[in-house]
Structure formats: structure tokens, C-alpha cells
């Protein structure tokens, strides 16, 4: 009988874990507590120690093993290895019939815990590693183990390999599952519903029994899931809620499946790992994400890397890092399309992260003064050692790529409008003997088809100061009631037009003053009110923002600046945006220029609001 142990330094390892026991026996009898962490950590090592103390390992012998024959040796130390809790098969190659020998020998190993069985049929047909999963996932079964390592990443077994172990993946031998790692495996959209509809069905067996499954990792990169399989995916984490890691880059992940993913990780509190690096957020996605994230207190490591977050998605994110996350470690929103300004405003987020220790804007759009400005905004911060290399700034976008930026963008809103004309469509169908009453999302613009008085709908159309006063003393009232405070959009457009009509006389002063108040108030307080979105699309609209979208810009009176000092000093308006505002309003730029008193003052407001004692 052969003992093959992987790695090295067990008595280095078990010798750890003693001095722990060691201390926790101590604190017990001196009456010392322990964290719930520490104690955690501690059943965590005595598990490690045990599995890898009872390891057999065939990892990288590059063997090629066809027929029962072949795995004999194998199978006898499998069916003789005792107590065995651990076995390594990757790096070798195994047929069917193989495949069946070494399954036969599993029935009796009822204390399995881990099978790290990747990279497992190189050079193997198609049509031969569903059999042979099958074959394994039966004998599992038929030995009832508790697993919580089941590794079968690197094998190219599409939807009919998942279909394959399927029955396994819904069996009690998963219900102790605690890391899912499936990488590199061209699963597929048909392969990522199928293990979804897997994985709900273990939970809700698990939870049946009352066992409740607790995955921890899940790994699903480079399987082409799309937004179809992602959006499966995130329906099964929402009812798991105990993940700490998702890794699930290079699948062709759009907005939509981005959203759904977002959703989903709130409900997994203790997630420390979120990668999605090589996915493709844009604004909608990386602002679903951003606000997800602001909900999360254990993340560690964010890997959004290659995203396409751009500069709207990044300071959604730079919000959110002001409002949770307090002890990440890593973030990654290199590649992303970001310019300097963005960038900036997520150097600043990251200042009060203790725990802190990379943060990688590599491969942006920053320029060379960008660059410079980023690294002194790091360095006046005494952060400028975590700051990765910008060596690959893809520079300032220049003039030239508009053509094809006008392009892209086209493509993307036809098929931003293919996929609303089909929802609406739906929408519109009549159920038996009714006709439909779902309207149609707005756009975040003013039209006639606006549900607004038509007082309201003529003041914001043609906003004057005569206008806004013949509305009458109620017209704070009207505004509240009639402004859709859902449409980030349209609260944007409504507070420009309103504050643009601002002058020092009192009446019109107190007029703008108070319908502004009862429209931010409403807003802000409201739970499904997208505060990301209205900061960035009020940015956008003044010019001081690139935007992926095609907004219509204003030009910057000063009534828009002095209705936003007022909003900021009010308990409504949250601390956490004043910092964008600081970024990009206050700032010199050709845009507020004009308009440099209101700036200084709404500069020394904002600065009260953030720095009290200031």
C-alpha cells in the first residue's frame, strides 16, 4: 500500500494547531474568552489537518489510465488506504471503464470529505467524460459520504457533463458541500441552469432534513454562462446566502446578468471575495453592483478588473466604498474605460480603509497628467505604496475614436431598446377581457406623454421664475406629488429646471428653495430611489461628467449651484455624495467657471458637512 501525502510541513501544521489547542485549553481554565473568529479558525485547522493527514494523492503523475486494469493499483490503495478523506486524481487521464473501476472502489469509502478531481480526461472524447462522471457521482452516492470539496474544474465537459453529475449535486452527499469549483469547464447557458436548478434542489433537501446547505466557494470561470446562466446562478445564491467567495470571471456576463448577480450577493452576507473580472458591466451593471455593495461589511478582495465599469460605474463604486466595505483589502477596476476624474474619486473613497493594501487602475483612461494626478492623490493620502502600475494607461480618449465610440454605443442602446420594446410588449398584452395598465419606463426626460398637471408639465417644458410662482403656495406640494422620485432621471431634470429659474428676489428665492426641498426630500427618503444614478446623471447633464449615454447637457447658471448648497446643508441629502461633489462641481473648470462665487460657496458648505469640526 502506497501513502501519498500532498504538500509539505504536516508537523509544522500540526504542531500549529497544538499550540492553539494549547491556548484555547488555557483560556478556558483562566478564564479568558475567545473570538468566535479564533474558534472558528481553530475547528477550520484540526479539519485541514485531519483531511490532508489522510490524504491519497495521484495529483500530476500524467497517467493515462483506459481500462479496469489499469487503475488496479489505484483502486487497491483506495479500497486499503485507511481512513481516507481525501483523494487527488488531477493531472491524469482516465476513461470510462477506468472511470467505473475506481467508482467501485469509492462505494465503501463513506468518509470522504474531498475530491479534487480536475484536469481529470485530457485527450478524452466528448462523448466519454459524462459517462465517467456519472460513473464516480454513483459510486459517491452509493458510499453516502459528507463532502465539502468537490474540485472538476479544467475538464471540457459542457451541459451534458453537468447534466452528468446533476444527481449527485442533488444528493445528501452534497449537503455538506462547502466549496463548488467548476473552472474552465464550457458549461454553457444550458449548463449554468442546470447546476442552478442543482444547487436549489440540494438547499431545499438540505434545509427539508434541517441541514441547511452552507456552500462557501463557488468558482465558475471561462464557462460562457451569459447573462441567461448568470441570472440562474444568482437565484440559487439568493436562497443559499452563506457564500464567502464567488469567482466567476470570463463568461460573457452583460448588464442584465450583472444586475441579477448584484442582487444576489446581498443576500450573502459574508461574502469575502467578489470576482468578475473580464465581464462587461456598463453603467447599469456596475451601478446595480455599487449598490449592492454598500450593503456588505466582510469583503475583502473586489476583482472587477476588465470590466468596462467606466467612469459612471467607478463612481457609483467610489460611493459605495464611502458607505461599506470597511475592511477590504484588494480592489481591481483596471481596464475599465475610467478617466482621470473617476479615478480620482476612488482614490479618495479608499482613504479611510485601514485594511487596505492594493488598489489597481491599471489600463484606464487617464493620460499622462492623469497618471501624475492619481499617484499625488495617493501619496498626499500616505497611500501611494498601494497604488498598483499604471504602465498600461491606455491614455486620454481622443477625438478621433468618436466615430467608432458612436458606434459601439449605437449597438449597445439597439439593443438596450430591442430588449425594453420586448419587456413592454409583454407588458402590453391584455390579460383575458382587460387591457394592459403597465407603462412603459421613462427615459428621464420631460414628454408630452408625461403623467404631470399640465401646470407642472408647462413650467418644466418653459421653466421662468413667473412660471414657477403662478403655480401657487402649493406648488412645493405639487412638485413632491408629481415628480416620478423613481426615475433618477427625471428627478435630475426636474431639480435643474427648478433651481435654474433661481434670483435673489425673496418670493422666488423661497419658491425655488422650498419646491427643490420637497422634491430632494422625497427623493432621498425613498427606498427605491437610485441616489448613484441621480448624482452621476445630474454630473452628466451640467458637463461635468463624460457619459456612455447620449445626455443632452445645460449649461451651469449660478441658481444651480446655490440650490445644491442649500440641499447639502439639509439632513436629507447624504454625506456620502458630498464628496462627489467636492470632485467634480467644485473643481475649476470650464463648465462652473461662471459661476465662481456660488462654487466657493457651496465649496465651504460642503466642506462644513464633511469636517464638522472644521
Known sequence: ???????????????????????????????????????????????????????LSYRGHGLKLDTAESVEK?????????????LRLEGNTFGVEAARGIAKALENRGQLQCCYWSDMFT???????????SSLGSGLMAAGPCLTVLDLSDNAFGPDGVKAIEPLLKSATCHTLRELRLNNCGMGIGGGK???????????????????????????????????GATALAKAFTLIGSLEEIHMPQNGINHPGVTALAAAIQHNPHLRVINLNDNTFTKKGAIAMATALKHLRSVQVVNFGDCLVRSEGAVAIAQSLREGLPILKELNLSFGEIAEAA????????????????LDLNGNC??????????????GMNMGDLLGSLSEDEGEPEDDDDDDDDEEASESEEEDEEEEEQDEEEAEQPSEGEGSTEKPQSTGSISASSSLSPDIFSFLSLPSAEGLLRLGPKRALLVQQQVDVTDAGQTAVAFLKISSVYREDPE???AVLDCVDALLKKAFSSASFQTYSFISTLL?????????????????????????????????????????????????????????????????TAERRISPEC
Open 540 to 604: 452628466m447633464m451640467l458637463g461635468l461628467f463624460e457619459s456612455e449615454d447620449r445626455v443632452k447637457t445645460v449649461p451651469i447658471v449660478p441658481g444651480h449651484l446655490v440650490a445644491l448648497q442649500h440641499a447639502v446643508q439639509q439632513e436629507y441629502f447624504p454625506q456620502d455624495h458630498i464628496a462627489a461633489l467636492d470632485d467634480f462641481v467644485l473643481r475649476s473648470n470650464e463648465a462652473s467657471d461662471s459661476c465662481t462665487s456660488p462654487r466657493s460657496d457651496l465649496k465651504s
Open 1 to 55: 500500500m502506497q501513502l501519498v501525502r500532498a504538500g509539505g510541513g504536516m508537523h509544522d501544521k500540526k504542531e500549529e494547531f497544538v499550540l492553539k489547542q494549547s491556548r484555547a485549553t488555557d483560556a478556558v481554565f483562566t478564564g479568558e474568552s475567545m473570538a468566535s473568529d479564533d474558534i472558528a479558525q481553530l475547528a477550520e485547522s484540526l479539519a485541514k489537518t485531519c483531511v490532508e493527514d489522510k490524504e
Open 194 to 228: 442546470i447546476l442552478a436548478a442543482a444547487l436549489t434542489e440540494c438547499h431545499r433537501q438540505s434545509c427539508a432534513v434541517g441541514t441547511p446547505m452552507r456552500l462557501k466557494v463557488f468558482i465558475a470561470g471561462r464557462n460562457r454562462l451569459e447573462n441567461e
Open 366 to 379: 487617464l493620460g499622462e497628467e492623469g497618471c501624475e494626478t492619481l499617484r499625488e492623490t495617493m501619496d
Open 74 to 86: 489505484l483502486v487497491r490503495e483506495i479500497e486499503e488506504f485507511p481512513d481516507l478523506r481525501a
Open 123 to 133: 485527450g478524452r472524447l466528448r462523448s466519454e467524460i459524462p459517462l465517467a462522471l
Open 343 to 358: 479615478a480620482v474619486e476612488v482614490a479618495r473613497a479608499v482613504q479611510h480603509k485601514p485594511h487596505l493594501e492594493k
Open 508 to 510: 422666488i428665492k423661497e
